[in-house]
């Protein structure tokens, strides 16, 4: 009997493209070149996940200038000095810190999704990230005329736009990279952090009536969570507090 599977996560960049990249934030090479050498990388990971028989495939994250910061490509409230995310192999992200708000998404993952579609016709997912993940922007002193609540309002309804727009844009389902959960438990052993951003993520996944979860039908939203580093009690955790409140289209996923 065939497994089900699909690919999860991003896609190495050839190293040209990594290249690429650098030169264009220092300047040395024009937009034109960069767009071109980005949608030569997105081509060509379309075109290898076509012949490797998967029924379902991704973009690869190829154009995006950061998996966790995309939304916020140009905004012009943000200092980079903010929260520093670890990974297991030691590499770090740092994430920019909100100076003034209010919060408006910049990019949206549908339009990824849109440049995609126009080189398959294969179901396609397509990757947002979460709304804990991007909660950490905000500034621990908080913002005078920016309250917290009123940030976390903003941010649920942007994230629920991102997931909504790729759903509309034909997206066969959607991936919600939780790659903080490690993060939260870092910082918080007790996981009351973990649980916080659990019921954030979950305040944008409530925003989904039955209704609109049927109308995706065969579509779920994925949260990532890892296991193998048993930082996080595993599936138990998020089974009380998480998967009781989904259906039909919304699932989880634990690698």
């Excluded at 493209?17 to 990971?45: K, V, W």
């Excluded at 995006?64 to 409230?77: I, R, V």
């Excluded at 549908?110 to 080189?119: I, T």
Aim: glycine share 6%; charged share 25%; proline share 7%.
């Amino acid at each position: 009997m065939p497994i089900p599977t699909e690919p999860i996560g991003s896609i190495p960049r050839p190293q040209a493209l990594i290249d690429a990249m650098a030169e264009f934030i220092n300047g040395n090479l024009s937009q034109e070149r960069m767009n071109a050498l980005y949608a030569e990388a997105l081509q060509n990971t379309i075109r290898r996940f076509e012949q490797t028989g998967s029924p379902v495939i991704t973009d690869g994250e190829q154009t995006k200038p950061s998996f966790a910061t995309y939304p916020l490509q140009g905004a012009n409230n943000l200092a980079p000095d903010g929260v520093v995310i670890p990974f297991k192999d030691a590499h770090t992200r740092q994430l920019p810190r909100l100076t003034s708000g209010p919060l408006s998404y910049q990019t949206h993952a549908e339009n990824y999704l849109k440049a995609a579609r126009k080189l398959t016709q294969l179901p396609l997912k397509q990757a947002v990230i979460s709304a804990s993940a991007l909660s950490l922007i905000y500034p621990q002193g908080g913002l005078k005329d920016y309250p917290q609540d009123a940030f976390l309002n903003d941010l649920v309804a942007e994230a629920e736009a991102d997931i909504r727009g790729c759903f509309e844009n034909g997206a066969h389902n959607v991936q919600i990279d939780f790659t903080e959960g490690r993060l939260s438990v870092k910082i918080d052993p007790s996981k009351k952090l973990l649980r916080t951003f659990i019921d954030l993520n979950n305040r944008v996944l409530d925003r989904f009536t039955a209704e609109e979860r049927r109308h995706v039908t065969g579509r779920r939203a994925i949260i990532r969570e890892w296991r193998k580093s048993a930082i996080v009690s595993g599936p138990e955790l998020f089974n009380r507090d998480v998967l009781c409140r989904l259906q039909d289209a919304i699932s989880y996923e634990f690698g």
